[in-house]
């Protein structure tokens, strides 16, 4: 598939997928996120892909789903057609890690696709925020959800209440991202991130993404319990035996995958 609206480059087992409508900073229509989707597949299932930037312009990341293609929708159009739901589907399938990347706006849907990504690295001109307050509607693909997990309900009630930006400082402060750089070193930061991901054994960094995961989801004696789970069962591979043996014999691991 021949993208329009993102572009994909894939260089030492990093993927770095750009969304590249800069007309409209990056709004996400049903043509990018078709795209994004279709490629986040791709990403999945390409042997080569070991860990997937996610990233924007240095203006916008995104600043919001596309407001004219929803603007005369009515409630049976949108019901019906379940807008997002299966490409955000789709994103939540990916098992590779994957890293936001974001400069300037994450408004919106792009602070809710950033949050879909395992961590976010911003620049100093990053502004997240919930701004569907203003357009008479609520925030669909996680805004009130995954923000509230992530920085507690004083800040998710506050942002999505009054529309206000989250700067990079705040962001970092309240745990929404996990690193700040300046604009020029953004790339460097997360392609340095990615690349040490994608060092390890693919086996563990999986279990890695499931298990933290988990947290959201089930109640802390549940997750401990998987967590432990995993653990054992991460003594069944090869990669265990060699990076335990590699620490001793003090050397670099060579993980195999296995
Ligand atoms: N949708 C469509 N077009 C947009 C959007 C958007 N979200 N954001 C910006 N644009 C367009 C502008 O219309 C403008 O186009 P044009 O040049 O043709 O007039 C161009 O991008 C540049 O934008 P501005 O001139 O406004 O640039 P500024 O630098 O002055 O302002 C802002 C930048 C502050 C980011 C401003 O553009 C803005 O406020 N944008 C809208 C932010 C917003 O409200 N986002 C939330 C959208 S709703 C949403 O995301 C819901 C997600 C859930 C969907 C779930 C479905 C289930």
Redesign the pocket.
């Known amino acids: 598939m021949a993208y329009e609206t993102i572009t994909l480059d894939v260089d030492n087992h990093v993927a770095v997928i750009t969304l590249n409508r800069p007309?409209?900073?990056n709004?996400?229509n049903d043509q990018l996120m078709g795209e994004l989707a279709d490629c986040l597949k791709g990403c999945q299932d390409n042997e080569k892909v070991r860990c997937i930037i996610i990233t924007g312009s240095e203006?916008?990341f995104a600043?919001?789903?596309?407001?004219?293609?929803?603007k005369d929708k009515s409630f049976v159009e949108?019901f019906t057609e379940d807008?997002?739901?299966p490409e955000t589907d789709q994103i939540m399938r990916v098992r590779k890690p994957m890293i936001a990347a974001v400069s300037g706006?994450a408004?919106?849907?792009?602070c809710?696709l950033a949050m879909m990504c395992d961590f976010i690295i911003c620049t100093e001109t990053a502004k997240f925020g919930q701004?569907?307050i203003?357009?008479g509607?609520v925030?669909?693909?996680g805004?009130t959800q995954r923000l509230t997990r992530l920085v507690g309900k004083a800040k998710a009630m506050d942002m999505n209440l009054t529309g206000r930006f989250m700067d990079a400082a705040e962001a970092e402060r309240a745990g929404l991202v996990s690193r700040v750089v300046p604009v020029k070193k953004l790339m460097e930061e997360a392609m340095g991130a990615a690349q040490k991901i994608a060092e390890k054994s693919m086996v563990s960094v999986m279990v890695v993404k499931e298990a933290v995961n988990r947290a959201y989801e089930v109640p802390l004696r549940e997750g401990l319990l998987f967590e432990r789970r995993v653990f054992h069962s991460l003594f069944a591979t090869e990669d265990q035996k060699e990076g335990m043996s590699a620490f001793l014999e003090k050397r670099e691991a060579q993980f195999r995958d296995k």
């Open positions: 007309d409209a900073l709004a996400l203006k916008a600043a919001g789903a596309d407001i004219a293609m929803m949108a807008l997002f739901t706006y408004l919106g849907g792009g809710e701004p569907e203003n357009l509607v925030a669909g693909i805004g």
